[in-house]
């Protein structure tokens, strides 16, 4: 999976969350984003002009969310924030994050034909699904729920702890040798058996701080010590 892939697969995974059970902890937008193309960046160079040729586009708005309320629309070019330059979608992320929520901030986005144009949003607090599933990317790996279990009648709902959907390129998970497909069985010495345990003991981690796994692999129980993403 290559890098750009990665993070839209990130943002599409925090963008998808429930907002009725929210955490302060980062502000949040409700929005899938991505990284401008190649081609897309001359493109919209030749056209606006060669400062242009950077940002994070939208390529969805979630529903009732703070960028819905504030009018972003799907294909909006995120330029900058609060008048600081928004150079692709982790500088956005990064933003958006830090900000405190409640904040009404200024947003610059090139809208189709209609050039540059200031767009005010009030930032929502992160779903804490979301929240849980960014502190798991901020160690390098993403998650994916269990599948359904087949049975008479029909499929029986998801069960049991998830496994590892994404290594990061570079990150701490794929430097210490998680790999895809790997069953979470604990973390920090806490058993997880479930997908909310999980989010639950991620939520729960004193950042920053080296972060301790146990897996299932095929028959084997492996552990792994994750660094804190924050240490060089």
């Known amino acids: 999976m290559t890098r750009a892939l990665a993070v839209l697969v990130l943002l599409s995974v925090l963008t998808g969350a429930d907002a009725s059970q929210a955490s302060t902890r980062w502000g949040w937008l409700g929005v899938r984003i991505r990284d401008l193309s190649e081609q897309e960046m001359n493109e919209i160079s030749q056209k606006h002009g060669l400062r242009e040729g950077f940002g994070a586009l939208i390529v969805d708005v979630m529903k009732e969310t703070p960028a819905d309320a ?4 799907n294909g909006d070019l995120v330029v900058a924030f609060k008048n600081r330059p928004v150079v692709d979608t982790r500088a956005l992320q990064r933003y958006v994050a ?4 409640g904040e ?4 610059t986005v090139l809208r189709h034909d209609q050039g540059r144009r200031p ?14 599933d960014r502190v798991a990317a901020e160690y390098g790996f993403l998650l994916r729920e269990p599948e359904a ?9 998801p069960a049991g ?4 959907a994404v290594v990061l390129p570079k990150g701490r998970a ?12 604990e973390i920090n010495g806490k058993s997880v058996d479930t ?19 146990v897996v299932r692999r095929d028959r084997q129980r492996l552990s792994f010590l994750l660094q804190d993403p924050q240490t060089p």
């Open 161 to 164: 702890p998830p496994a590892i």
């Open 174 to 185: 794929e430097a210490a040798g998680l790999q895809v497909g790997d069953i979470l069985v």
């Open 70 to 73: 504030a009018g972003l629309k």
């Open 149 to 157: 279990q087949p049975e008479v009648g029909g499929a029986r709902a």
């Open 104 to 107: 009404t901030v200024t947003l």
């Open 195 to 213: 997908l909310e345990a999980v989010r639950e003991a991620l939520l729960g981690l004193s950042q920053p701080n080296p972060l301790s796994l």
């Open 119 to 132: 767009v005010e949003v009030r930032i929502g607090p992160m779903p804490e699904a979301v929240a849980a």
């Open 98 to 101: 830090s900000a405190s929520v």
